[in-house]
């Protein structure tokens, strides 16, 4: 596949050298579309929106960049992508990062975005939570603590290339290593330490693969199958199949870690149009 060229192969994992790993990767998101994109805050939560239409319903997507790095600027090209698959404006929260902000940090950033989100009107069943890599377990997270605060449900949740088990107990995170020129375990270990400092990697606001997911709402995860991370989504959509959920895993052969950034991939554009119609007939429901 070569648009994911391999990175050169070094092991450094500090902090800075890991950030600038992940600030590649995201300058490979692509430009933005059309429709405006500007500042807002949910609560007490900064970030930016995405406008494409003004009927009453949201994405609420949390960026990836394993705990440590990203922001709503760099997934401007990805969550662009979605909203014109989706037709659903998008707000990308300014969620705190690790080391500066351990957790369960983000987790309550996101629980905040989604409490503001309601108290400006929105309907629970127009929101639907998404986000790719950390990102993505962050929308299962959000979503658990919003269920067992007593919260109304969200219409759905979706997740690209979702990292949901930060004890890195995955068989592909050593068996795809030699296929995932963008994620290593090396990495994602240190980002895990920076982000848990002394919690537990089990703990299901961290890792949401180990979590009881009775109650939820329908789930879109989306994965490649050349990734380290593909455990993480097949894991996730097995706990949602426990509890009786309805569930939607696609795992593309041969693609590798958010393969939906190249815009000439045949799988890229599938993906996209699937979770844009899930995202759209999710929130439709409950739009007057």
Request: proline share 7%; hydrophobic share 45%; net charge neutral.
């Amino acid at each position: 596949m070569a648009f994911w060229q391999p990175q050169p192969s070094t092991k450094a994992t500090g902090l800075e050298s890991v950030r600038a790993r992940y600030d590649a990767m995201f300058a490979r998101f692509g430009a933005l579309a059309s429709f405006a994109v500007v500042p807002g805050s949910l609560g007490p939560v900064a970030g930016e929106w995405h406008k494409a239409s003004e009927d009453g319903r949201v994405l609420l997507y949390f960026h990836g960049g394993g705990f440590v790095a990203g922001s709503p600027e760099s997934h401007r090209g990805l969550v662009a992508k979605l909203v014109e698959a989706s037709g659903v404006s998008a707000f990308v929260p300014r969620y705190r990062l690790s080391p500066e902000n351990p957790f369960p940090a983000p987790v309550r950033d996101g629980l905040d975005a989604y409490r503001g989100l309601i108290a400006k009107g929105i309907a629970p069943g127009s929101i639907l939570l998404a986000g790719d890599e950390a990102g993505g377990g962050l929308a299962f997270a959000v979503a658990l603590a919003a269920r067992n605060a007593g919260l109304e449900r969200p219409a759905g949740v979706a997740a690209l290339s979702p990292w949901a088990d930060l004890a890195l107990s995955g068989m592909a995170v050593l068996g795809n290593r030699g296929s995932d020129p963008l994620l290593s375990w090396e990495q994602l270990f240190m980002c895990a330490r920076h982000y848990l400092k002394k919690a537990n990697p089990c703990d299901p606001y961290a890792s949401p693969a180990f979590a009881g997911l009775k109650d939820f709402a329908p789930v879109m995860v989306h994965a490649g199958a050349t990734e380290i991370l593909r455990d993480d989504a097949s894991k996730l959509g097995d706990r949602a199949a426990e509890a009786g959920v309805s569930v939607s895993v696609e795992i593309y052969d041969g693609m590798g870690h958010l393969f939906q950034a190249d815009p000439k991939l045949n799988e890229a554009k599938v993906s996209l149009a699937r979770l844009g119609q899930f995202i759209r007939s999710r929130t439709a429901v409950l739009v007057d």
